[in-house]
């Protein structure tokens, strides 16, 4: 009668404790799932945890006041949050022109979304033109405009021409004029060095024309040339110098 006892006793405490262990487990179960969905993206800094929505392929068309698309904007991911802007991951800007064609893209790792409309990238920006267009940079930073239709940065930026590179402190883009902001320099493709400040690129002819009315340093392997101003054809390396021109030649 004991053995029989201590048998059902022994039976009755492990179907109790199986029952606990499940009780613990579906309990448990929630809260891990749970835990799971707020876990933090590994694209997100500690800050940026908080979000209150979250889209994957976000996508967006901005029009100008006459309806016509001006702006594609697209990202892996969107972000909102509840006192800061939008966070777009691995952005791309696609920026349309009057005939509806692509004019240039923007792309980064992340950038922030403005309620005005702007969009600040940041981490290796790159802005390539579409074909036909010269316009290919990068800069560690830029804001596009999509009201405004213009684009800005002030870190230094690296403009590749046809036949040159441009290195600048800032720069400024609306519609087909650019300026190069602050100390600027141009090298050629020949081994000459131009130094200035503030040039604008003109591509309404179809092809860059740099223009500056500032100081000109020109240096090649055979002349050393200084003066006031200065127009300078890309696709045919072609410059004139302009405003009391002082050179030496070898």
Partial sequence: MNFQLRHNLLITVFIIVIIATMWILMKGLPYSFEQLSVQKPDVLTDNEAA?????????????????????????????????????????????????????????????????????????KVKVKG????????????????????????????????ENTKIVAQGMHVQKELMQMSGKVKVFQDSGSIINTRDLFIDQSSG????????KIHYQSQLADIKATGMKYEDANQKIRLTGGVVGFYE
């Fill in 130 to 161: 579409a074909d036909g267009s010269n316009i290919n940079m990068n800069t560690p930073e830029l804001i596009v405009g999509t009201k405004s239709d213009e684009i800005a940065g002030n870190k230094q930026v690296t403009y590749l021409g």
């Fill in 207 to 214: 092809f860059d024309v740099y223009r500056t009315d500032e």
């Fill in 51 to 123: 979000y209150v929505e979250k889209i994957d392929q976000f996508a967006l068309q901005e029009f100008d006041e006459n309806q016509r698309l001006s702006h594609f904007v697209k990202s892996d991911y969107y972000f909102n949050f509840k006192n800061t802007p939008a966070l777009l991951i691995e952005p791309k800007v696609s920026v349309y022109n009057e005939q509806g064609e692509i004019e240039y893209t923007l792309s980064s790792k992340r950038a922030n979304y403005f309620d005005s409309g702007e969009i600040k990238f940041q981490g």
